[in-house]
Nanobody, 120 residues
Framework: QVQLVESGGGLVQTGGSLRLSCAAS????????MGWFHQAPGKEREFVAA????????SYADSVKGRFTISRDIARRTVNLQMNSLKPEDTAVFFC?????????????WGQGTQVTVSS
């Protein structure tokens, strides 16, 4: 069973920064592609960023390129999302997710989410 636990959400002003963390096992971080998604009120859940287990390759949604950075720290057993230059439209619940098949579209496991609120 893969368990994912997010932390680090909160309230921040426009232009500020937050760092989200997702705790997972070393095996999970070494074997699964890890992703971050967000879901704003009344909207569908959307992809934010991902990091591939095999080579650390990263990918981002266009809306966050240049502002967000996903990273993996196997020693600390976390995957992190550094969010800079935050905008009110970034306000959402952020979810950590893991998938076994790096080429598949679907993620297999999800965390419970952490709220990020950006005030204008």
């Amino acid at each position: 069973q893969v368990q994912l636990v997010e932390s680090g959400g909160g309230l921040v002003q426009t232009g500020g920064s937050l760092r989200l963390s997702c705790a997972a096992s070393e095996r999970t971080l070494s074997s699964y592609t890890m992703g971050w998604f967000h879901q704003a009120p009344g909207k569908e859940r959307e992809f934010v960023a991902a990091i591939r287990a095999s080579d650390g390759y990263t990918s981002y949604a266009d809306s966050v390129k240049g502002r967000f950075t996903i990273s993996r720290d196997i020693a600390r057993r976390t995957v992190n999302l550094q969010m800079n230059s935050l905008k009110p439209e970034d306000t959402a619940v952020f979810f950590c997710a893991a998938k076994a098949n790096p080429l598949g579209r679907e993620y297999d496991y999800w965390g419970q989410g952490t709220q990020v609120t950006v005030s204008s």
